[in-house]
């Protein structure tokens, strides 16, 4: 059962590399480390993920049984689990931008990364990563952010001055991801990805997309099985595993 046992911080370093530190030993499985401050967050491709106080930041330890083939699919079927939460909890519509970003009104109110050990083409364990703007001040982190590459904008769940606590948030997050693992349990990848596609917000929309390699341009047509972005540029499709999605303004 996902969150039975929590370790809570009031400051930590990061979640995710306590996680890592931990997610070998297999009682850890399904364990959340939740912090109200980070020092060193992280983000994808190592970035650096400013955490305030009044975030929701944690990582979730697991140890799947589900095949090494989900490994880039979880990290999005996870995005579409707190989507799900948020609007369960506060009836806000939120959209996703692939491949882990959540989205209100176009700017990013969370994101996600998974870390994963595969040994003998067996995942050992994933940790989960997620980071939510639960009620922060979008200004003060723009002005951090705003030169970081693809920034896009960033929002807060909550205002400032609203009394909500975070608790039911996490709640719903923790059951409706308990859900996606039991559908990827299950091979039922499909509803998965139909609902992903429903909250998608490039889907059917021309983009681009930024890639180690460089930035590529096309419309996307729909994510494959593992979690890759399938594009089209003129009569060629490609796959994409990693990148970031830049939506024309």
Same mark, same amino acid.
């Given at each position: &059962?996902?969150?039975?046992?929590?370790?809570?911080?009031?400051?930590?370093?990061?979640?995710?590399?306590?996680?890592?530190?931990?997610?070998?030993?297999?009682?850890?499985?399904? @364990?959340?480390?939740?912090?109200?401050?980070?020092?060193? #967050?992280?983000?994808?491709?190592?970035?650096? +993920?400013?955490?305030?106080? #009044?975030?929701? +930041?944690?990582?979730?330890?697991?140890?799947?049984?589900?095949?090494?083939? @989900?490994?880039?699919?979880?990290?999005?079927?996870?995005?579409?689990?707190?989507?799900?939460?948020?609007?369960?909890?506060?009836?806000?519509?939120?959209?996703? $931008? +692939?491949?882990?970003? @959540?989205?209100?009104? #176009?700017?990013?109110?969370?994101? &996600?990364?998974?870390?994963?050990?595969?040994?003998?083409? $067996?995942?050992?364990?994933? @940790?989960?990563? !997620?980071?939510?703007?639960?009620?922060?001040?979008?200004?003060?982190?723009?002005?951090?952010?705003?030169?970081?590459?693809?920034?896009?904008?960033?929002?807060?769940?909550?205002?400032?001055?609203?009394?909500?606590?975070?608790?039911?948030?996490?709640?719903?997050?923790?059951?409706?991801?308990? /859900?996606?693992?039991?559908?990827?349990?299950?091979?039922?990848?499909?509803?998965?990805? $139909? /609902? +992903?596609?429903?909250?998608?917000?490039?889907?059917?929309?021309?983009?681009?997309?930024?890639?180690?390699?460089?930035?590529?341009?096309?419309?996307?047509?729909?994510?494959?099985?593992?979690?890759?972005? !399938?594009?089209?540029?003129?009569? /060629?499709?490609?796959?994409?595993?990693?990148?970031?999605?830049?939506?024309?303004?």
């Amino acid at each position: &059962m996902v969150g039975k046992r929590v370790y809570y911080f009031d400051t930590i370093d990061s979640t995710q590399n306590f996680a890592i530190k931990i997610a070998p030993n297999p009682i850890e499985n399904g @364990v959340v480390v939740i912090s109200q401050k980070q020092t060193r #967050g992280r983000g994808r491709f190592g970035r650096k +993920w400013l955490s305030p106080q #009044g975030g929701i +930041w944690l990582s979730i330890v697991l140890h799947p049984t589900f095949d090494i083939s @989900v490994t880039t699919l979880f990290p999005i079927a996870a995005s579409l689990a707190l989507a799900n939460a948020i609007e369960k909890t506060f009836q806000i519509d939120s959209k996703l $931008k +692939w491949p882990n970003d @959540v989205t209100i009104k #176009g700017k990013k109110v969370a994101g &996600m990364l998974v870390d994963a050990s595969v040994e003998s083409n $067996k995942i050992e364990y994933l @940790v989960l990563g !997620v980071g939510i703007n639960f009620q922060v001040n979008p200004k003060q982190l723009e002005k951090s952010l705003k030169k970081t590459e693809n920034f896009y904008g960033i929002t807060s769940l909550i205002d400032k001055n609203e009394n909500q606590s975070p608790i039911l948030l996490v709640q719903n997050f923790l059951n409706e991801l308990e /859900n996606i693992i039991e559908l990827l349990n299950k091979e039922k990848r499909k509803i998965i990805i $139909k /609902n +992903w596609t429903k909250k998608s917000s490039s889907i059917g929309k021309n983009i681009t997309i930024s890639t180690y390699s460089g930035k590529l341009n096309g419309k996307a047509i729909k994510l494959d099985d593992d979690g890759a972005l !399938v594009i089209k540029n003129n009569k /060629n499709t490609q796959r994409i595993l990693a990148g970031d999605v830049i939506h024309p303004t």
